[in-house]
């Protein structure tokens, strides 16, 4: 991870700290019945909807950074209003996705994601909490928070929290408890990453003496 910024108005600022290579996802939080378009050279891999909260979606988007890379991203919906965040990741695969899986969650003041699987000791397990209004979070001991703001626009402002962390083990990985101050109604997401495997290792042999004149 090297780097986060939100964004309003669907305008998605590229880190200053971005590469060539590196990934950039995009969470875009939009009402539940909204299609996102992303601009070219972004694909999308999830769209994750509660089953019975109408206020909220979360779309997951990829880019690769270029050499010749704009300052920014436009994006759109085509009902509602919509605001996200940028994540900036050095080292994660092209594979993208493992698993995603994205539960609703009745008004609380705590609220855990759902399990999900680990194929890889190095899989990344991204977490995401978002509702619509003025509600502060706290990440689960657990994980490092990356991510964690509000829009500021009323009434239907909107908070999201991403933390991730390497759990180090495959298989199933059970969901991660954030705390939300005052209680609210959420979406929470758990989403696998693939992190690219390390390079292999260049195999050296050693020249054999009185072999081509070595001696």
């Given at each position: 991870?090297?780097?986060a910024e939100?964004f309003?108005?669907?305008t998605?600022?590229v880190p ?5 290579g590196?990934l ?6 939009t009402?539940h019945?909204?299609?996102l378009?992303?601009p070219d ?8 909807t509660?089953p019975t909260n109408?206020?909220a979606a979360?779309w997951?988007?990829?880019?690769r ?8 991203h ?8 919509a605001?996200g965040?940028v994540?900036?990741y050095r080292?994660l695969a092209?594979?993208?996705v493992?698993a995603?899986?994205a539960?609703?969650?009745a ?7 759902p ?7 190095s899989d ?8 619509y ?5 706290t ?7 990356r991510f964690?703001?509000f829009?500021g626009?009323?009434?239907?402002t909107r ?5 991730d962390q ?6 199933s990985?059970g969901?991660?408890t954030?705390?939300?101050s005052?209680?609210?109604t959420?979406?929470a997401c ?11 290792a260049?195999a050296i042999t050693?020249p ?8």
């Open positions: 991870f090297l780097a939100g309003m108005a669907l998605a600022p200053r700290a971005a590469r060539a590196d950039l996802l995009a969470l875009v939080l009402t019945t909204a299609t378009t992303a050279g972004w694909e999308t891999l999830t769209h994750l509660a109408a206020l979360i997951l988007l990829r880019h950074i270029e050499d010749l890379e704009p300052a920014t436009e994006f759109s919906v085509d009902a509602g209003a605001w965040a994540l900036l080292g092209e594979a993208g493992v995603s899986v539960a609703d969650q008004s609380s003041a705590s609220h855990k994601t399990s999900a699987t680990a194929t890889t000791y990344l397990l991204v977490g995401v909490w978002a509702e209004g003025a509600a502060v979070w990440a689960p001991g657990t994980m490092t928070e964690n703001a829009d626009v009323g009434p239907t908070t999201i929290l991403v933390a390497l759990p180090g083990v495959t298989g990985i969901g991660s954030a705390t939300v005052p209680a609210a959420a979406i758990s989403i696998m990453l693939a992190a690219s495997p390390p390079p292999r260049v050693r054999t003496p009185g072999a081509f004149g070595i001696r």
